[in-house]
C-alpha cells in the first residue's frame, strides 16, 4: 500500500526532532568537553550552573538505602539519554562502532576526540559500570602516561576522576567503580614512583579534593568495602578479604605520611633552638603541636580499620601484623607528645632532638610493608596487645 503525504509527517517530525536533540547535545555537552580538554574552561554561568547540579554526596555514595540498579536521572540527563535512545536498534552496534574507535585513537594517541567519545559512550550505555571503570582507567594511566609534563598528566589524570564520578552517580551501588576510584588516587598520585609527580599531583589534589590523596584513597576504598559488606557483591578481581583491607592499607600510609612531615617539622625545631633561634625553633614546634592532634587522630582511625579488619576476617594475618604496628605508633606518637614539649625544647634540645631522631628511625616509618618485631621499640606495648580474638557478638 502507497502512504499518502500525511503518512510521513510523522517520521519526518520523530526524525526532526531527534536531529535537533543530537544537535544540541553536541553544542552544550560534547563540546563543551572538548573545549575543557583543550585547555578552554567553561563560561562562568555555565560553571556555575553546573557546580549548582553536581551533589557531591551522591557521587561519595553517601545514600543510606543502597538499591541494586537504582539508576538517579536527573533533568540533565533527559536530553543525552532521549538522543541515545532515539537510535533505536542501531544502538548497540554505534556502542561497538565507539568502542572501536576509542581504542584504536588511544593507541595512535589521537587525543582531540576521545574524551568525547567515552561519554557518548557512557551515554549509550549508563548501566554498564565497565564502561566507566575501563575508560577511567584508560584515563588515568594509559593515555596520562603519554604526556611529556606533570600537568598534562595530571589534567587527563583529573579527566578519568570526572568521567568516574559521573559513572559512579549513575551507578552509585558498583562495587568496582569505588575501588577503582581508590586506586587512582592511590596507586596513579600516590605513589607513581615519580617524586616530582607526586609532589606536583599532591598539591592540586588538596586544591582540587581538599584532602591529600592517601585520604581520599581511604575514603574511596572505605566506601567500597561499606557497597561490599552491605550489598554482598564480590569484586571482579579482589577477594571480600583483600578488598576489604585496601583501605587499612590506605590510612596506614597516610598515618605514615603525615607522622615523617610531623618529625622532620620537630627536628627542624631542635636544629633551630640548638643554633640559637630560640624564635623561629618555637614557631616550628608550635606548628608541629598543631599537627600532633590530626597525626594522633589519624593513627588512631588505622588501628580502628586494622582491628575491623582482623575481627572480620580472623584469618588475615597480614592485618594483625599491622595492627600491631599501628598500636606500638599511636604509642610512639603518645612518648613524642610528652617529651617534645616546649618545655623541654627550653630546656634539653638535645634529649629532645634524641626522642625525635629515634622516631625518625623506626623501622614502622622506615620499612615500606614489613617489620621484624625485635627491631621495634616497644614504647609499652607488649606482646600479648598484638592479637585479637574472636569477633565481638
Not at 554505534?94 to 588511544?106: C, D, H, P, Q, R
Not at 593507541?107 to 564502561?131: G, K, M
Not at 621499640?377 to 569477633?391: H, K, M, N, Q
Amino acid at each position: 500500500m502507497i502512504r499518502g503525504p500525511r503518512g510521513f509527517i510523522l517520521p519526518l517530525i520523530v526524525a526532526v526532532v531527534a536531529f535537533v536533540a543530537a544537535g544540541w547535545l553536541h553544542q552544550d555537552y560534547l563540546q563543551q568537553q572538548r573545549l575543557e580538554l583543550t585547555g578552554v574552561r567553561l563560561p562562568l554561568e555555565r560553571a556555575i550552573r553546573e557546580s549548582a547540579e553536581y551533589s557531591a554526596t551522591a557521587a561519595a555514595g553517601g545514600r543510606e538505602n543502597l538499591l541494586v540498579s537504582d539508576q538517579p536521572m536527573g533533568l540533565a540527563d533527559v536530553p543525552r539519554r532521549a538522543a541515545a535512545l532515539s537510535l533505536g536498534g542501531f544502538r548497540g552496534f554505534y556502542a561497538i562502532y565507539l568502542w572501536t574507535t576509542a581504542e584504536e585513537n588511544k593507541n595512535l594517541r589521537v587525543h582531540e576526540d576521545l574524551l568525547d567519545t567515552y561519554y557518548s559512550i557512557a551515554n549509550l550505555q549508563p548501566d554498564y559500570p565497565t564502561v566507566y571503570s575501563f575508560h577511567a582507567w584508560n584515563l588515568a594511566w594509559n593515555l596520562s602516561a603519554q604526556w611529556a609534563t606533570a600537568e598534562r598528566r595530571y589534567d587527563w589524570i583529573r579527566h578519568g576522576i570526572d568521567f568516574l564520578r559521573e559513572g559512579i552517580q549513575r551507578n552509585p551501588d558498583s562495587l568496582d567503580l569505588y575501588e577503582t576510584m581508590g586506586r587512582i588516587y592511590y596507586w596513579r598520585i600516590a605513589d607513581n614512583n615519580n617524586k616530582s609527580d607526586v609532589a606536583y599531583m599532591t598539591q592540586r589534589v588538596i586544591e582540587e579534593d581538599g584532602a591529600p590523596p592517601l585520604l581520599m584513597a581511604y575514603r574511596w576504598y572505605r566506601q567500597a568495602r561499606i557497597v561490599q559488606d552491605m550489598t554482598g557483591q564480590k569484586h571482579s578481581q579482589h577477594s571480600k578479604e583483600v578488598l576489604a583491607r585496601q583501605s587499612c592499607y590506605a590510612i596506614n600510609a597516610y598515618a605514615k605520611e603525615v607522622t615523617v612531615e610531623l618529625l622532620e617539622l620537630q627536628r627542624e625545631a631542635a636544629r633551630l633552638q640548638l643554633e640559637g633561634e630560640t624564635e623561629a625553633a618555637e614557631a616550628r614546634l608550635a606548628a608541629a603541636r598543631q599537627r600532633l592532634t590530626h597525626v594522633l587522630d589519624v593513627w588512631k582511625t588505622t588501628v580502628d580499620e586494622w582491628t575491623r579488619q582482623t575481627r572480620q576476617y580472623p584469618n588475615d594475618y597480614n592485618s594483625t601484623i599491622f595492627r600491631r604496628g599501628s598500636l606500638r605508633a599511636m604509642e610512639m606518637m603518645n612518648h613524642l607528645a610528652a617529651n617534645t614539649t616546649l618545655e623541654d625544647l627550653r630546656q634539653q634540645p638535645e634529649a629532645f632532638l634524641a626522642v625525635v631522631v629515634e622516631a625518625q628511625q623506626t623501622p614502622l616509618l622506615v620499612r615500606p610493608v614489613y617489620w621484624a618485631d625485635e627491631a621495634i621499640p616497644t614504647f609499652g606495648i607488649s606482646s600479648e596487645d598484638a592479637p585479637v580474638g574472636a569477633p565481638e557478638p
